[in-house]
């Protein structure tokens, strides 16, 4: 965080000479708009984070791309610079069909707006969904101590169960890898009990999001909004664990790595 400051100390008296600004035309600039993932994670254990959060936004503006909410104005054909620099730090790539917008740091490949969006329902489904599911939990413990509870006490459970061994999933590996010292690493490397932790909830949030699905479709005590909430959360752990299956986060094994 001290070298944008250091930066801009050693720097404060140099004016900048930004090259000309090339001309593209519309056409062009509207064929990079679009949102990118990110493709290249810088490891197997920050994947799912740098996908997850990698998204980018690209807007076409009349004469110039909007990334990230920031400006970058043409240098060439394909290649863009931040409005406040004289360099071109961004370049677009585009092979077999597809188009790269390639950065000094990393690769993004544009995607459609049905997965962005489809990101996004997840995710909210997931919160939204669990957090109702703990207050049902709640209001039907108080009626179960009070005599005056109605069926449907695993079709509660198994989604916040599937959400929490999720999030342990994940979790685990970044609390590791943010913990100052090697011992944090060793963590992971090793077959021991944090690494068999993880393995052990990335194998189970699948199979109680299918229990907690299954458990919705069945004709129960529980009342209609109780299972369509059930449902909803157990269809979205099931869309994540599909997504850490193709990533190899089912069953992942740290050590192994």
């Not at 064929?31 to 076409?60: H, K, Q």
Request: hydrophobic share 50%; charged share 15%.
């Amino acid at each position: 965080c001290a070298l944008p400051i250091l930066e801009g100390y050693l720097t404060r008296y140099i004016k900048p000479r930004f090259p000309a600004t090339v001309a593209v035309d519309d056409r062009t600039l509207q064929r990079y708009a679009g949102v990118y993932r990110a493709i290249t994670p810088s490891n197997a254990l920050l994947r799912p984070f740098a996908e997850a959060l990698g998204f980018t936004r690209v807007s076409a503006e009349r004469g110039h791309l909007l990334v990230g909410g920031r400006t970058y104005l043409p240098t060439g054909p394909h290649s863009f610079r931040r409005e406040d620099r004289d360099e071109p730090t961004l370049a677009f790539v585009e092979d077999g069909g597809e188009v790269y917008l390639i950065s000094a740091l990393s690769a993004r490949q544009k995607t459609s707006y049905a997965l962005f969006g489809g990101a996004l329902a997840t995710g909210a489904a997931l919160v939204v969904g669990t957090l109702i599911g703990l207050v049902q939990l709640l209001a039907w413990t108080i009626a179960r101590l009070r005599g005056r509870a109605r069926g449907g006490a695993m079709l509660r459970l198994w989604p916040i169960a599937g959400t929490a061994a999720m999030a342990a999933t994940f979790a685990l590996p970044l609390v590791a890898l943010m913990a100052p010292g090697m011992q944090a690493v060793h963590r992971l490397s090793d077959a021991g009990a944090y690494a068999i932790a993880i393995m052990l909830c990335s194998l189970l949030f699948p199979i109680f999001a299918a229990l907690g699905l299954m458990s919705s479709l069945r004709p129960n005590e529980a009342g209609r909004f109780v299972r369509f909430n059930a449902g909803l959360v157990s269809v979205a752990l099931l869309v994540v664990a599909g997504y850490a299956f193709s990533i190899g986060w089912i069953g992942m094994r740290t050590w192994a790595l």
